[in-house]
């Protein structure tokens, strides 16, 4: 039977010790009470701002519109047929921005900017916000 040292030990002890990765943060989690319609309650999201984005734990993603006292109302962006009552959800801190790009014209996207006419991928460098004021009609060509 092999036995260790104790300046053996003491390595392995300081390797491991230095490959210790400690995450500590705060996250904003809400549970889901009611779902239906393209809709979500949420319980527990008590900093979100109003079109912040949030994520379901299954993946589907929505958009915090109504605020009330007591739960959210959340905007499911997708179909949302596997979030289940009592699920998490967390709110992102990023409110609810699309790519914009010339990339865009004449394509065909779902809600979430994303292409679903077959042509492919779309390319775009810059985002803004979703409730952004669209730009002047004397800037358009």
């Known amino acids: 039977m ?3 040292r104790v300046d053996e030990i003491h390595k392995i002890l300081r390797e491991r010790i230095e490959q210790y990765n400690r995450k500590v943060g705060i996250e904003n989690i809400g549970r889901v009470v009611q779902v239906g319609d ?4 949420i319980i527990g999201l008590g900093e979100i701002m ?5 994520e379901f734990a299954e993946g589907t993603r929505g958009i915090a ?3 009330e006292s007591k739960n959210v109302g959340i905007v ?3 179909d949302g047929l596997m979030i ?4 998490f959800v967390k709110a992102t801190g990023r409110i609810a921005q699309i790519p914009v790009s010339e990339a865009y014209l004449g394509r065909v996207v779902n809600a979430l900017a994303k292409p679903i006419d077959g042509k492919g991928e779309i390319i775009a460098s810059e985002s803004r916000l979703i409730e952004s004021p669209a730009p002047s009609i004397k800037l358009k060509p």
Request: no cysteine; net charge negative.
């Open 2 to 4: 092999a036995t260790l």
């Open 38 to 41: 393209g809709i979500a309650r």
């Open 50 to 54: 109003s079109g912040e984005l949030v």
């Open 65 to 67: 519109l109504n605020l």
């Open 76 to 78: 499911l962006m997708g």
């Open 84 to 87: 289940q009552e009592g699920s």
